[in-house]
């Protein structure tokens, strides 16, 4: 079953060294997201054009999102969930953390609602933008499984993963299990004569 990768990218977007970008340009009928703005968002044209992605992917979604991308994907309408196989959760941004830009603020809440879709998350046990505790408990409730890189950051770009072959293998498992997971479309039934 063909799925359709969707890269999601978190503030400020991921720049030409940033896995996401190298997943883009390697993954086929990839597309990615674009928000109005990186660098000031706002929750609501940041969820909807997420949920405008998911909505138009002509087959099942597997959404590919890092930090504030995560949440969009945490915040997507229920009734979208059956539009996608699975996701891949990188580096959730903590954004109930008190040091954080105004703009960033605005998306509080943590979405913390079960996803009814396949889900991993991925973090660093020593990332600054989400501690490794609060990391386990979104993965909890999101009904994921979690997976801790040691040392791994933001793991983004400044984490020197490069195209990051271990993502690439943890995206491919995910989407083995979505596709047995999704169901296959019922047969065209030929119409009876009358």
Same mark, same amino acid.
């Given at each position: 079953? %063909?799925?359709?990768?969707?890269?999601?990218?978190?503030?400020?977007?991921?720049?030409?060294?940033?896995?996401?970008?190298?997943?883009?340009?390697?993954?086929?009928?990839?597309?990615?997201?674009?928000?109005?703005?990186?660098?000031?968002?706002?929750?609501?044209?940041?969820?909807?054009?997420?949920?405008?992605? +998911?909505?138009?992917?002509?087959?099942?979604?597997?959404?590919?999102?890092?930090?504030?991308?995560?949440?969009?994907?945490?915040?997507?309408? +229920?009734?979208?969930?059956?539009?996608?196989?699975?996701?891949?959760?990188?580096?959730?941004?903590?954004?109930?953390?008190?040091?954080?830009?105004?703009?960033? %603020?605005?998306?509080?809440?943590?979405?913390?609602?079960?996803?009814?879709?396949?889900?991993?998350?991925?973090?660093?046990? &020593?990332?600054?933008?989400?501690?490794?505790?609060?990391?386990?408990?979104?993965?909890? &409730?999101?009904?994921?499984?979690?997976?801790?890189?040691?040392?791994?950051?933001?793991?983004?770009?400044?984490?020197?993963?490069? &195209?990051?072959?271990?993502?690439?293998?943890?995206?491919?498992?995910? %989407?083995?299990?979505?596709?047995? %997971?999704?169901?296959?479309?019922?047969?065209? +039934?030929?119409?009876?004569?009358?």
């Amino acid at each position: 079953m %063909r799925l359709q990768p969707i890269i999601i990218p978190g503030w400020k977007d991921s720049g030409p060294a940033h896995w996401q970008t190298l997943w883009e340009q390697s993954l086929p009928h990839a597309v990615r997201v674009r928000q109005q703005s990186w660098s000031d968002p706002h929750p609501a044209t940041w969820h909807a054009a997420v949920a405008a992605a +998911v909505d138009a992917a002509a087959c099942p979604a597997l959404l590919i999102a890092h930090s504030l991308g995560c949440l969009a994907v945490a915040s997507l309408p +229920v009734p979208l969930h059956s539009r996608v196989a699975g996701a891949l959760l990188v580096a959730p941004a903590d954004v109930e953390r008190t040091e954080l830009p105004q703009c960033l %603020r605005a998306f509080a809440p943590m979405p913390r609602q079960s996803l009814s879709f396949q889900s991993v998350v991925v973090v660093g046990d &020593d990332d600054p933008y989400c501690a490794l505790q609060r990391a386990e408990g979104f993965a909890r &409730d999101w009904g994921s499984r979690l997976v801790v890189v040691p040392s791994g950051g933001h793991l983004n770009a400044d984490s020197g993963l490069n &195209d990051w072959p271990a993502g690439l293998k943890l995206l491919t498992s995910l %989407r083995r299990r979505a596709t047995w %997971r999704m169901a296959a479309p019922l047969p065209k +039934v030929p119409a009876v004569p009358v």
